[in-house]
């Protein structure tokens, strides 16, 4: 079975501080994907980024950042120099490697505030 | 522009009605999901097709029906028999299986009156 745990369920930054979203994952699986997601005000789901699981390379783009740790089943998302644009709720999920259907698992999500 | 589209954004329902929620994308993906978004949880899935004239039960499938007699569309028809469904409903897309990425509409938001 899958599991994915975000457990901060609301943040609250001043704009312009850095701020990490947490997400501990659980599979017996040994290989997958996992992914972020922004869900903005207006509801939409936004892809952000795909991670396979034997890439363990952090990846940053522009003021994001991604921080996978296979040994604590962790993927977790930085935004630096945040504002107020970024308030929405980010979602983490992960889906098994692997031929024909596969389950994606999402988080519950954690909603992030910027205050101007 | 290639997308996902979602219709309507907004739909209120009496209860004993049926009401379909439109998803149509231009995107030549095969793949086609319903979910279902309720307040502080995540996303649970409803319906998925891989193909156009197939689909499978996801997790919440009760009380709902769907079609896919084109690529371009997978309408989702909430029942009657769904006994709470006032819920944010998203449709997602994918290009094929493996290492696709789904991505998502902008939503229909259900209110059961």
């Known amino acids: 079975a899958q599991k994915v745990t975000q457990a901060q369920t609301e943040i609250s930054v001043v704009e312009k501080e850095d701020v990490t979203l947490d997400c501990v994952y659980e599979t017996r699986d040994t290989t997958y994907y996992l992914f972020w997601y922004k869900q903005p005000p207006s509801g939409e789901l936004v892809f952000l980024i795909r991670?396979?699981?034997?890439?363990?390379q952090n990846e940053i783009s522009g003021r994001y950042s991604w921080n996978f740790q296979k040994s604590t089943s962790s993927f977790n998302f930085t935004i630096t120099a945040s504002q107020v644009v970024d308030s929405a709720v980010y979602f983490c999920?992960?889906?098994?490697?692997?031929?024909?259907?596969?389950?994606?698992?999402f988080g519950t999500g954690t909603k992030l505030q910027v205050i101007p | 522009d290639g997308g996902i589209t979602q219709s309507p954004k907004y739909l209120f329902r009496k209860e004993g009605q049926n009401v379909t929620l439109s998803c149509e994308q231009n995107?030549?993906?095969?793949?086609m999901y319903w979910y279902r978004q309720d307040p502080g949880q995540g996303l649970r899935l409803i319906y998925y097709?891989?193909?156009?004239?197939?689909?499978q039960k996801g997790d919440i499938a009760e009380g709902y029906s769907v079609s896919r007699e084109k690529k371009e569309s997978f309408p989702l028809t909430v029942t009657s028999a769904q006994k709470n469904p006032t819920a944010f409903y998203l449709c997602a897309s994918q290009p094929g299986q493996g290492t696709d990425t789904q991505y998502f509409g902008p939503g229909t938001r259900l209110t059961v009156l």
């Open positions: 999920a992960l889906r098994p490697r692997g031929g024909g259907y596969q389950k994606v698992t």
């Open positions: 991670r396979n699981s034997f890439d363990e």
């Open positions: 995107l030549n993906h095969d793949a």
């Open positions: 097709s891989q193909i156009v004239n197939d689909f």
